[in-house]
């Protein structure tokens, strides 16, 4: 299967940890996107990437968090000193770009579930 | 800025009778719209989008949806409901010229057997 990666799918931290979330998208895919979904929520936007360049970053993207994609393939997403409040679900897609990318849906991978006790 | 409204929390409906769920949006431009199926503890399945064209787009397992453009409106809708439809269903839309989806709330269709 050659669809969007996740890793770990469930993360279970204490309050003040650090948290790194790992992220594959579909290999021909440049443009990479992060969302988090809460309970009873839709998908709110993060930030995304074009190949290795963040082009758009969310105000609910606070400073604790940061997001790289060094190479342009893989991406990362850490959260510093974790809250109660960021339990959620982070939610990685890849789209590719161009014409083909503007009518392309984004490809979902499965989330990981983050738990902050 | 852009949003979706899906007015309806739940849906119920019983098997083999057609489903309707509910979506509006509000953006500036022309917008590309798109409909999303989540089961539990899973990431979102692509159903189906409106880019240009025919009002009516057909997508993924007999589901389609209709475009209104003048009541902002992207409802979708299957003539003949399954139990295993039963999920959360989100609606997006992203104005063109923009590289973000923006999602409504998501609404829970139940289909009884």
């Keep these: 299967d050659t669809g969007v990666s996740q890793d770990p799918r469930h993360k279970i931290t204490k309050r003040g940890q650090n948290v790194t979330f790992r992220c594959d998208p579909i290999s021909e895919h440049n443009r990479l996107y992060w969302y988090r979904q809460t309970l009873g929520q839709g998908p709110e936007f993060l930030t995304y990437f074009q190949n290795e360049a963040q082009l758009e970053k969310s105000r609910l993207l606070s400073d604790r968090f940061s997001a790289e994609r060094p190479k342009g393939s893989f991406s990362t997403l850490e959260i510093q000193r974790t809250e109660q409040g960021d339990s959620a679900m982070y939610l990685c897609a890849s789209s590719p770009q161009g014409a083909a990318g503007a009518n392309s849906p984004l490809h979902f991978g499965n989330g990981t579930r983050l738990t902050v006790t | ?113």
């Excluded at chain 2, 839309?93 to 923006?102: A, D, E, F, I, Q």
């Design chain 2, 1 to 113: 800025a852009q949003s979706v409204a899906q007015p309806e929390d739940q849906v119920n409906v019983a098997e083999g009778n057609p489903l309707t769920v509910k979506c509006t949006y509000s953006v500036s431009g022309n917008p590309y719209l798109f409909w999303y199926v989540q089961y539990p503890n899973r990431g979102l399945q692509f159903l189906l989008k409106y880019i240009t064209g025919d009002n009516l787009v057909k997508g993924s397992y007999g589901f389609e949806a209709e475009f209104n453009k003048s009541q902002t409106s992207f409802h979708l809708k299957k003539p003949s409901a399954l139990v295993s439809d039963s999920a959360l269903y989100f609606c997006a839309v992203r104005p063109s010229g923009y590289s973000t989806l923006t999602f409504g709330k998501g609404t829970m269709l139940l289909v009884s057997p």
